[in-house]
């Protein structure tokens, strides 16, 4: 049993930056792949990124491609997601993800964190 936990969100003015966190408990990361999505109101569920269980091998959405970037840290059971240039459009609740698979799409994926809010607004 995995459980994660996201942290980093928050309110930030257009073109800024955040850093979300995805720590993991319970159990190793090492062999999953984990991923990132988001939900905005009123909106259906997206993925954003997801990162291979080695960290070799990332994809991004196409709405994100070049502003945000995943990484991990195996020795500290965590995932980053690293945001930049932020746009209003941006605005989700985040959560990460472990699951067996890399895909984009949700139900590949077992385990869930309870999200982190992320505004971006001036």
């Known amino acids: 049993q995995v459980q994660l936990v996201e942290s980093g969100g928050g309110l930030v003015q257009p073109g800024g930056s955040l850093g979300l966190s995805c720590a993991a408990s319970?159990?190793?990361?090492?062999?999953?792949?984990v991923g990132w999505f988001r939900q905005a109101p009123g909106k259906e569920q997206e993925g954003v990124s997801y990162?291979?269980?080695?960290?070799?091998?990332?994809t991004y959405a196409d709405s994100v491609k070049g502003r945000f970037t995943i990484s991990r840290d195996n020795s500290k059971n965590t995932v980053y997601l690293q945001m930049n240039s932020l746009k209003p459009e941006d605005t989700a609740v985040y959560f990460c993800a472990a699951g067996p698979i890399g895909t984009m799409e949700a139900r590949s994926y077992r385990y869930w964190g309870q999200g982190t809010q992320v505004i971006v607004s001036s």
């Open positions: 990162i291979s269980s080695g960290g070799g091998y990332t």
């Open positions: 319970g159990s190793s990361l090492d062999y999953y792949v």
